[in-house]
């Protein structure tokens, strides 16, 4: 049973860079034939992808934010990231790790990203 | 990008009754080279991360009471709870696995009439 946990700083101040970081337990990030996603969630509202990473390496990114993104896999630690340059409030979310064939099986708890000075 | 809709945006059903929630793609999530519909749904309650409940379209996840059905082709899809229980308030996601990026519905909040 695969688990996910992320991590990150909590609060980020304005045109700062985000690093997020989820860690997987149950499995190798490599061993499965998975999308490592990352999703968030604005105060109140729904659900956003973010983006993704295969478990070949490719990355797709939501074309919102595809500027601003990067997606990566950190195998020696069976990690993925997620960093988010350039934030404004309105990147202000909970933000989760998602795992999955295509759906997300396997979700972290969330963390809450604030973006304020 | 795919956009997903869902409707009603919220809906109040008594105990012991039926609720539908529908969701439409903007185009086809269904490939006919092997006849599958690329649509999942999620619950997420209050205060915790979202969790499939199905997947194909129609096929329930492992422990998901099978009060809960998934129906649909193309691009209308449909989550029917058969019988409402209290534990199942909570806001319901449909999303498209097709072509990423795998977007979401607008979620669809179910409550107890």
């Known amino acids: 049973q695969l688990q996910l946990q992320e991590s990150g700083p909590g609060l980020v101040k304005p045109s700062e860079t985000l690093s997020l970081t989820c860690t997987v337990s149950g499995d190798s990030i490599t061993s499965s034939s998975y999308f490592w996603a990352w999703i968030r969630q604005p105060p109140g509202k729904g659900l956003e992808c973010i983006g993704s990473?295969?478990?070949?390496?490719?990355?797709y990114y939501n074309p919102s934010l595809k500027s601003r993104i990067t997606i990566s896999v950190d195998t020696s630690k069976n990690q993925f990231s997620l960093k988010l340059t350039s934030v404004t409030a309105a990147d202000t979310a909970v933000y989760y790790c998602?795992?999955?064939?295509?759906?997300?099986?396997?979700w972290g708890q969330g963390t809450l990203l604030t973006v304020s000075s | 990008d795919i956009v997903m809709t869902q409707s009603p945006d919220s809906l109040a059903v008594s105990l012991g009754e039926r609720a539908t929630i529908n969701c439409k793609s903007s185009?086809?999530?269904?490939?006919?080279?092997?006849?599958?519909?690329?649509l999942a749904w999620y619950q997420q309650k209050a205060g915790q991360p979202p969790k499939l409940l199905i997947y194909?379209?129609?096929t329930r996840e492992s422990g998901v009471p099978d009060r809960f059905s998934g129906s649909g082709s193309g691009t209308d899809f449909t989550l029917t709870i058969s019988s409402l229980q209290a534990e199942d308030v909570a806001v319901y996601y449909c999303q498209q696995y097709y072509t990423p990026p795998y977007t979401f519905g607008q979620g669809t909040k179910l409550e107890i009439k």
């Open positions: 998602a795992s999955g064939p295509g759906w997300y099986a396997y």
């Open positions: 990473i295969y478990s070949s390496g490719s990355t």
């Open positions: 194909w379209a129609s």
């Open positions: 185009q086809s999530v269904s490939y006919s080279s092997n006849n599958k519909n690329y």
